[in-house]
T-cell receptor, first 108, second 115 residues
């Protein structure tokens, strides 16, 4: 079992819709969770981080964490074509473990 | 805030050459810096973790004699790929953080092509 799992996609949503990206992790002791966005050919850019169970909102982005279910998600409201990228879930287990990434396509 | 600068952006060189990549934290003191490698259509793979003033910790399978890491100050880490060969061609990315549980902030990456 991979330490951090994501559906590789692509996830295709129309412009203006809500995109929902999901991630599961195996290490129950993990304390911090991160979402990075990576455009093709570029390095990752931090979008959100979350440490506690529940929701954390920042603009159009909401990160959700459920430690009991070992599940973290990212919601993007009012999706824009510029949101089209690969979204990497990362879990801090003492070092940052990345999932394979989910490719999001937002169609105009 | 939290800007990490990485140079050079692109390197093309002949097989057998050694290449040095610099990673600088511009507006914070980076107690820990990380070096990753990413092959096309794959996720980031951690190569090594370096703490200021101490030896880097390499991940399993990463040759420490080939990938030399120096973290001489709280704002600068360097990765030297020694005697590079075509199979070392990849996208190398550094990141930095000021505290272990805090987010890592990434440099823009260095695309290395060995001919």
């Amino acid at each position: 079992q991979k330490e951090v799992e994501q559906n590789s996609g692509p996830l295709s949503v129309p412009e203006g819709a809500i995109a929902s990206l999901n991630c599961t992790y195996s290490d129950r002791g993990s304390q911090s969770f991160f979402w990075y966005r990576q455009y093709s050919g570029k390095s990752p850019e931090l979008i959100m981080f979350i440490y506690s169970n529940g929701d954390k909102e920042d603009g159009r982005f909401t990160a959700q964490l459920n430690k009991a279910s070992q599940y973290v998600s990212l919601l993007i409201r009012d999706s824009q074509p510029s949101d089209s990228a690969t979204y990497l879930c990362a879990v801090n287990t003492g070092k940052l473990i990345f999932g394979q990434g989910t490719t999001l396509q937002v169609k105009p | 805030g939290a800007v990490v600068s990485q140079h050079p952006s692109w390197v093309i060189c002949k097989s057998g050459t050694s290449v040095k990549i610099e990673c600088r934290s511009l507006d914070f003191q980076a107690t820990t810096m990380f070096w990753y490698r990413q092959f096309p259509k794959q996720s980031l793979m951690l190569m090594a973790t370096s703490n200021e003033g101490s030896k880097a910790t390499y991940e399993q399978g990463v040759e420490k004699d080939k990938f030399l890491i120096n973290h001489a100050s709280l704002t600068l880490s360097t990765l030297t790929v020694t005697s590079a060969h075509p199979e070392d061609s990849s996208f190398y990315i550094c990141s930095a953080t000021w505290e272990p549980n805090q987010p890592q902030h990434f440099g823009d990456g260095t695309r290395l092509s060995i001919l």
